[in-house]
């Protein structure tokens, strides 16, 4: 189910701006790792070309190479759709379709791969729903649209949504930072659940979040206004917030900048 | 505080402060004025016409000796007076169903190409040139469309005859040029072209970024990504912009009457050349008619008027029924 990530030489571009630069780093399978940094340094821009999001983007361009196991996934063979049906995405502010329902919110990625019967949707449904810890709420208006849900329930769905296709890797960026604190715990928790299945990756602006929830933790940083973002350093958690072997990093940890 | 100040030194002038409150007030007061103003004035403007239109319409139809509904004659001036829109307001909706059905289609995917697949140094330009088309004057289109597309279309009514004769509605059963209500219909179709695309190009390129982004990543191809995020939240966008061409078609005047060869029959072989709109059939004959041939005209004038109203209440009554869907909530 979970694959391994390894990222190396990995450059990204807007237009002639470099946004990132020589970024290489390995994911483990099934544990969660965190992306923290201070803005604008490409955390996000790295995130999206795990999944070449990146190049959605006007001028968007990626160097470099990511493996998934053994496939790269910028060979010139691979069709980015693919990419995107093995690496899923939960983005920061919960984006459900909102002219679906809940129900084809979460088949919406299940239609998209191919013709499945009724009862094989409800399963999938039902259980990508409990899988993201919403099922009880729902359960009793699935019908209903989905954007009538509230933030943290739409992040949820938008989780569920995400895992129903079953992918390799999810990736999140900064997901709760549209949500109120319980709605936080709530994803908090279940990306604990998750991660016995998928390898996940997180964004986050928020120290604790990461400290919380990721096994290891990689820290961007760059070195001036207009320069490119790059890795510093990526370690077990533990170590980045109690021993890091860079200061910038405990620098910025411990609040002195960013 | 009072010790620091010499006894004989006057207390300093209040400095005269600038009011902001009065400025921004009277601001407020003129812009209320004018807003409401306009508003009143919109309502006062739409309820003479329809007092006009009833009023005068209402003096005809008391004379009528055919009935209004139902007659396939035109004739006020006759003794007795005759007259009846039965073919008036088949031909206009007919004539504009048909240009809903070419134009709407041709619309969207060119909305579609401007906002999502063409590369932008081209879709600037044919964003240009489709609003360029709106620009023609309706004269314009129909007198091309009596010199050019009517001789154009013969080849092509031909083949329809030919091939599609048997649905009836393609059948052609008198011989004579195209001026026909299908003619019209392409002709209005090229006509309602542009502002239809317009509002629907303005509206797929509002489509939430994070909308299209969500099917994205769930790996939805370019095509899949429209059919997912792009139709669903510009799907009221689109009904809207139909109405506008669909009300436009409803009431073209000069140019239907260029092509048209007009006659007072209801025939379902729309290749035939003959019927009449509304527009059309008023443009026609209100020169020359005297007053009561007028106020007949009036009072079909009167139903293009309640048949324009009651397309757009529809319209309305569908985007509201899917509003708790649409993207607006979002």
Redesign the interface.
């Known amino acids: 189910m979970a694959k391994r990530i390894d990222i190396s030489g990995l450059s990204a571009f807007y237009g002639s701006h470099k946004a990132i630069e020589d970024i290489s780093m390995t994911v483990e399978p099934r544990s969660v790792t965190a992306f923290i940094g201070p803005s604008g340094c490409g955390k996000s821009t790295f995130l999206r070309t795990l999944?070449r999001?990146h190049e959605?983007t006007?001028g968007g361009r990626v160097e470099g190479k990511v493996l998934l196991d053994d496939e790269n996934l910028y060979a010139s063979n691979v069709d980015p759709?693919?990419?995107?049906?093995?690496v899923?995405?939960v983005?920061q502010?919960p984006?459900?379709?909102?002219?679906?329902s809940i129900f084809d919110n979460v088949a919406?990625?299940l239609r998209?791969?191919g013709s499945y019967r009724k009862s094989e949707l409800n399963d999938v449904v039902e259980k990508s729903l409990r899988g993201a810890n919403l099922w009880n709420e729902v359960k009793d208006r699935l019908n209903k649209?989905g954007?009538?849900l509230s933030g943290g329930q739409q992040q949820r769905l938008?989780i569920a949504?995400?895992i129903a296709?079953e992918p390799q890797v999810l990736l999140m960026d900064e997901p709760c930072s549209a949500l109120d604190p319980i709605s936080t715990l709530a994803i908090e928790d279940l990306i604990g659940e998750l991660k016995e299945r998928f390898t996940i990756v997180i964004v986050t602006h928020n120290m604790q979040q990461a400290a919380r929830v990721s096994d290891r933790t990689a820290f961007f940083n760059l070195a001036a206004v207009g320069k490119p973002g790059r890795l510093i350093e990526i370690d077990e958690t533990e170590r980045i917030f109690s021993n890091p072997s860079v200061q910038a990093t405990e620098d910025y940890i411990s609040g002195r900048f960013g | 505080m009072a010790s620091t100040t010499p006894i004989d030194t006057p207390p300093a002038p209040p400095v005269p402060r600038p009011s902001p409150r009065s400025t921004g007030r009277m601001g407020d007061k003129i812009f209320l004025g004018l807003s409401r103003g306009s508003g009143i004035l919109l309502l006062v403007i739409m309820a003479s016409i329809a007092v006009f239109l009833t009023y005068r319409s209402v003096l005809a139809i008391s004379k009528d000796e055919g009935n209004f509904l139902t007659t396939f004659d035109w004739n006020p001036a006759g003794d007795p007076p005759v007259f009846g829109i039965a073919v008036l307001l088949f031909g206009t909706v007919v004539s504009s169903i048909i240009a809903m059905v070419i134009a709407v289609p041709i619309a969207v995917g060119i909305a579609l190409f401007i906002s999502h697949y063409a590369p932008r140094k081209l879709a600037a330009p044919i964003a240009y040139v489709v609003d360029l088309l709106a620009a023609v004057p309706s004269i314009v289109y129909g007198i091309w469309g009596a010199l050019v597309l009517v001789p154009y279309l013969e080849g092509l009514n031909l083949w329809l005859d030919q091939f599609f004769g048997w649905t009836y509605i393609f059948e052609k059963t008198e011989v004579g040029v195209a001026r026909s209500l299908f003619t019209v219909g392409i002709l209005l179709a090229i006509m309602i072209l542009p502002i239809v695309t317009s509002v629907s190009r303005e509206v797929f390129l509002q489509v939430p970024k994070m909308n299209e982004e969500a099917a994205l990543a769930l790996g939805a191809t370019r095509w899949e990504v429209i059919r997912l995020s792009v139709l669903p939240f510009g799907r009221s966008g689109i009904i809207s912009a139909s109405m506008l061409g669909l009300g436009r078609a409803l009431g073209e005047t000069m140019a239907v009457a260029t092509v048209l060869s007009p006659n007072f029959l209801i025939s379902l072989h729309l290749l035939n050349p003959g019927g009449g709109t509304f527009a059309q059939n008023i443009a026609a004959k209100f020169g020359e008619a005297d007053a009561f041939g007028r106020d007949a005209l009036i009072a079909s004038g009167l139903v293009l008027f309640v048949l324009t109203l009651l397309v757009n209440g529809a319209a309305r009554l569908i985007i509201a029924r899917r509003k708790e869907y649409s993207g607006a909530n979002a």
């Not at chain 1, 984006?95 to 679906?100: H, K, V």
């Open positions: 999944n999001m959605v006007p759709v693919t990419v995107r049906r093995t899923g995405m983005f502010r984006n459900p379709f909102p002219t679906m919406a990625g998209l791969n649209p954007s009538g938008c949504r995400a296709v």
